[in-house]
């Protein structure tokens, strides 16, 4: 054996004579105390006494409390001498984030070694406050980009804005006719366009000021507005290239039509709302309710005087445009009046009777239907296919127009709807109405029920790039995008294979102009604009359009006019990861973070926005935009429901990080527009869900509790009680700092590696389960498990690292042991806990570890240390540290001391923090083993006074209660004296009625 070997083991021999001298003498101590609280019971006042003196031991009070002086912004933040008594989330969370910004820690460099990790931040409205959906994005966002970035990766996190066309016209529309009573017809587009771009400078772009406040580590020198001129340069290219492959074209389609913002909307921007029956509801531009859920009856008399025909529809008015009949060939009733007609009784219209198959969806029955215009009643054929379409009876603002007969032009369509229901009557054409399911499609932005409505628009064609973009994800030979959770691919799969094209237009002024302009020749019989769709020319700007025009019109006199539409929001957002990057343009950024590696957002979108981005992205960048899609899940209120301002039950994050009153509340709801009768429902729900308003919680713990979320399918039942829980949680963190700090000392220098092998028995167990929540945290973290990564960091914190192994040591550092070496191996091995697990779980929880980690003692000169803990290394598995035979051993003591804190919570609630006897009954020589060399952490865990080693041949101990641990081991407390064995009985027999029940 070696000098230094022997030197060692002699050591530890010496220590562990030590260590059983020690023992005998804390039994002499805890006898001869539970000999004397057996005499007399202590006073109240001495037992508070003898609590504070534990604490005081313990490192868990300061003289004085301790506030951190001010810190300049942007500088590092200054901390006071020692600690606060209080974790206060607001004291903690100011001051890092502006120096973490001003130090450049968020900014990826495209020249950089690395290996890049991307994300684009889903870019919020610029409209937009932060509510909880974007808490949940920032959360989820942070922690893989914090994670990525001390891993060792060149990470970049762009933030973005979108110009949300309809949200935001609407916003500076209501402001103007608040300010000025004028409408933006009245000011005029360029006036208007104007005004909406100084809101944007004033107003715009709040939230992703308040991201900051979550902490979110965003590359701000990348920030981007989608209406920004590189955004519009890139936009207008995306629209020439497809337009001249042939995806872009004009069409007269049927679209979603809001009558009050008077422009197509797109899918996403229809809520529905389903009707079980005859049901009154508030329609925008209406006084009176207006009733929806109801089947309408009238006739049809047919011509020649052969009777009439009966139709239902949920949507009487739109018979002023009706020019055909449909029925069902099943129908027997009418079968027999296939190509025969109707006449309209209000235009005098001939309307052929179809009982064509070809014709109907075997779906309906009879019903109205529309044939083209061109179409002459006359010249229907029987059994012929003809081209059905809907006549528009209704104007840009939802009024009948000349399409739907003259005693109706110029009413508002549900204004017209009763007026027409009593002109049937009149006629005696009305056959009664009934009630009627129904889905009712209202605008999200303006409430108004949306029109379907054929109109000229652009669409694209969909169908080739939806195929890639398809394939790209289930295609198993050749998969290029993982979506998580493996199910949302079939949703992936049911969209793309049933794709429409798509209708890119909208008619607004705010937007993307679109860049096309339409040719009225000086020979065109029809001169209003748009009447020819071959007359219309693309191109990047005016000049290059009228080239264009030149060559498809040579020799002929013309003038070209921009169309006045703009493009759907979408499509700027759909190229969203191509133009952050400074597509179409060769940019170092796009050589060297596209494709980026995740997208993270709502599987509300999946289709809406991350196909699109899909489609564009293969079709104009070359490959895919991300390699990996993860969609969170919706988040609701703690009973599950959605979260609505009328409910009362919407969060807002800041007031969870900042905490608010019940009265402030109230104050947001009366801000808001609900009227009175939805305002008195949201009050009582705040009520109910917060009587006492929301505590200060901070950014930390809302979002650990965010995260820890994940687990929870597609929907997320948000209570805030949990997190109120996590809060709490920082304050064990920072307590737990605290007595470190109190145990390490001033002089205190962290060692460079560790000798395990020598270290105690408590030493070596928790660097071991330490290695074990590395690893699967990081797993968790790679597989986007993200809710079992934070349960593996909580666990080993709270459970481990707090519960277990910092009570352990305490008997180390008390004044009565001795133990040299011991407390040298606790000091270091509560050091490197402390450095690991912080790093560990600052991608989490970013404020709380940095403030923490700063205050922890640093090696003198040491290079390794960083200066931030956010561009410090993540922990890794340290292979030497794994000891499963410790840990298997942990485990039996850690079963011992639970079952003896089990006998110990039976005990009166005031003699349950009195030390007592315990015996232990071991069946096998092992587990005595075992037992009796961890003795000392049993007694300190489970608060004894003695603990005894018992044989099988041992009589049972007398006046104890026993628990049973496993096959090997029993364990029993010194109950006498203090147990009414009958009103324990009682209580038991209790019990059991109620477990009964």
């Not at 009643?377 to 009876?393: A, S, T, W």
């Amino acid at each position: 054996m070696a000098p230094q070997e022997e030197d060692l083991e002699r050591k530890k021999k010496k220590e562990e004579k030590a260590r059983e001298k020690e023992l005998k003498k804390l039994k002499a101590a805890q006898k001869a105390e539970a000999a004397k609280s057996q005499e007399q019971k202590p006073s109240n006042a001495s037992k508070k006494s003898e609590r504070k003196n534990q604490k005081k031991d313990a490192g868990e009070e300061n003289p004085e409390d301790y506030i951190d002086p001010m810190t300049p912004a942007g500088e590092k933040k200054h901390l006071s001498s020692q600690m606060a008594k209080q974790y206060s989330p607001s004291a903690v969370e100011k001051a890092w984030y502006e120096w973490w910004e001003k130090s450049g820690f968020f900014v990826a460099d495209a020249n950089s070694s690395k290996p890049p990790f991307v994300i684009v931040l889903p870019p919020p409205n610029v409209t937009g406050a932060l509510h909880i959906g974007h808490g949940l994005t920032a959360a989820i966002q942070d922690t893989i980009i914090r994670w990525r970035r001390m891993s060792g990766y060149n990470t970049l996190w762009v933030p973005g804005m979108d110009h949300a066309g309809i949200a935001t016209q609407v916003v500076v529309e209501k402001k103007i006719m608040r300010e000025s009573k004028l409408t933006r017809h009245d000011i005029g587009r360029e006036k208007f366009v104007s005004e909406v771009w100084k809101w944007k400078d004033e107003y715009g772009g709040t939230i992703l000021k308040q991201e900051r406040r979550l902490g979110a580590s965003l590359d701000w020198s990348r920030e981007c507005f989608t209406m920004d001129a590189k955004r519009s340069m890139a936009v207008t290219e995306a629209f020439v290239r497809l337009y001249r492959e042939g995806l872009i074209y004009r069409d007269h389609r049927l679209v979603n039509w809001d009558c009050v913002l008077r422009t197509a909307i797109s899918d996403i921007e229809v809520d529905y709302k389903d009707i079980k029956e005859r049901t009154l509801l508030k329609v925008p531009g209406y006084e009176n309710p207006v009733e929806f859920g109801v089947l309408t009856s009238f006739a049809y008399p047919l011509d020649e005087g052969l009777g009439e025909i009966v139709v239902a529809t949920t949507r009487v008015e739109t018979m002023l445009g009706d020019t055909a009949i449909a029925v069902h060939p099943e129908d027997k009733r009418y079968s027999h009046l296939h190509g025969k007609f109707a006449v309209h009784p209000f235009n005098g219209r001939k309307l052929p009777i179809i009982c064509d198959a070809k014709l109907v969806d075997p779906e309906f029955g009879t019903g109205a239907v529309k044939i083209t215009p061109a179409h002459d009643p006359n010249d229907f054929e029987v059994g012929k296919r003809h081209d059905l379409e809907f006549i528009n009876i209704f104007s840009d603002d939802g009024k009948i127009n000349s399409n739907g007969g003259s005693e109706f032009q110029g009413m508002p369509r549900f204004k017209a709807r009763v007026v027409l229901i009593e002109a049937l009557k009149n006629k005696g054409l009305y056959k009664g109405s009934q009630n009627n399911e129904m889905r009712l499609g209202t605008c999200s932005r303006s409430n108004d029920v949306v029109e379907p409505m054929i109109k000229p628009q652009w669409f694209v064609n969909c169908n080739g790039m939806a195929k890639e973009a398809l394939d790209a994800v289930m295609d198993d030979t050749n998969k290029r995008i993982e979506i998580i959770p493996k199910q949302d691919a079939f949703e992936w799969k049911r969209w793309l294979e049933n794709i429409r094209d798509w209708c890119i237009s909208r008619q607004l002024w705010w937007g993307h102009r679109i860049p096309a302009w339409y040719v009225v020749l000086e020979d065109d019989q029809l001169k209003e604009f748009g009447a020819y769709n071959d007359h219309w020319v693309v191109g990047r700007n005016e000049e290059e359009a009228l080239l264009e025009a030149n060559k498809i019109f040579a020799g002929k006199k013309f003038q070209i006019a921009q169309d006045p539409d703009v493009l759907d929001t979408w499509f700027s957002s759909g190229l969203f990861p191509l133009t952050v990057l400074g597509w179409p343009d060769d940019t170092a950024d796009f050589g060297a973070f596209y494709p980026t590696s995740v997208l993270e957002t709502g599987h509300d979108i999946l289709f809406f926005w991350v196909a699109r981005m899909v489609m564009l992205g293969m079709k104009l960048g070359g490959d895919v935009p991300f390699r990996k899609v993860y969609l969170h899940p919706m988040i609701r209120d703690a009973h599950g429901r959605k979260m609505s301002k009328s409910l009362g039950n919407v969060v807002d994050p800041l007031e969870v990080i900042n905490g608010i009153s019940l009265e402030g509340l109230h104050k947001r709801l009366q801000e808001g527009n609900l009227d009175q009768n939805e305002l008195l429902v949201a009050k009582e729900g705040q009520v109910k869900d917060f009587p006492n308003g929301i505590a200060e919680c901070g950014a930390d713990a809302l979002r650990f509790a965010l995260v820890s979320y994940t687990a929870q399918s597609d929907k997320i039942n948000l209570d805030i009680q949990r997190v109120v829980g996590y809060r709490q949680w920082c304050n064990k963190l920072w307590n737990a700092i605290r007595f470190a700090m109190s145990k390490l000392g001033d002089d205190y220098v962290p060692p460079s590696k560790l000798a395990v092998e020598s270290m105690p028995f408590s030493c070596k167990w928790i660097l071991s389960v330490l290695n074990r929540a590395i690893s699967k945290t990081v797993s968790s973290l790679e597989s986007y498990e993200f809710s079992d990564a934070a349960t593996a960091v909580y666990s080993w914190w709270q459970f481990q690292l707090c519960d277990v192994f910092i009570e352990a040591i305490k008997p180390y550092f008390s004044s009565n042991l001795n133990f040299e070496s011991s407390r040298s191996a606790a000091r270091d091995t509560l050091w490197v806990c402390l450095d690991n697990g912080l790093r560990l779980l600052h991608p989490f929880m970013p404020f709380v570890t940095e403030e923490l980690w700063q205050r922890l003692p640093r090696a003198a000169g040491s290079s390794s240390m960083k200066e931030s803990i956010m561009i410090s290394e993540y922990p890794s598995v340290v292979e030497e540290w794994i000891n499963e035979r410790i840990e298997y051993e942990m485990d039996l003591v850690e079963s011992a001391v639970k079952s003896l804190r089990s006998l110990r919570s039976l005990l009166p609630p005031n003699e349950r923090h009195e030390r007592r006897p315990a015996f232990v009954l071991c069946r096998t020589a092992a587990v005595a083993d075992i037992i009796r060399n961890q003795e000392l952490e049993i007694s300190t865990l489970a608060s004894l006074s003695s603990l005894k080693l018992l044989t099988e041949n041992d009589a049972a101990p007398a006046g104890c209660a026993v628990c049973i641990v496993n096959e090997h081991l029993s364990v029993y407390l010194q109950l006498q004296g203090t147990l009414n064995v009958e009103a324990e009985r009682e209580k038991l027999r209790k019990k059991r009625e109620e477990i009964q029940k």
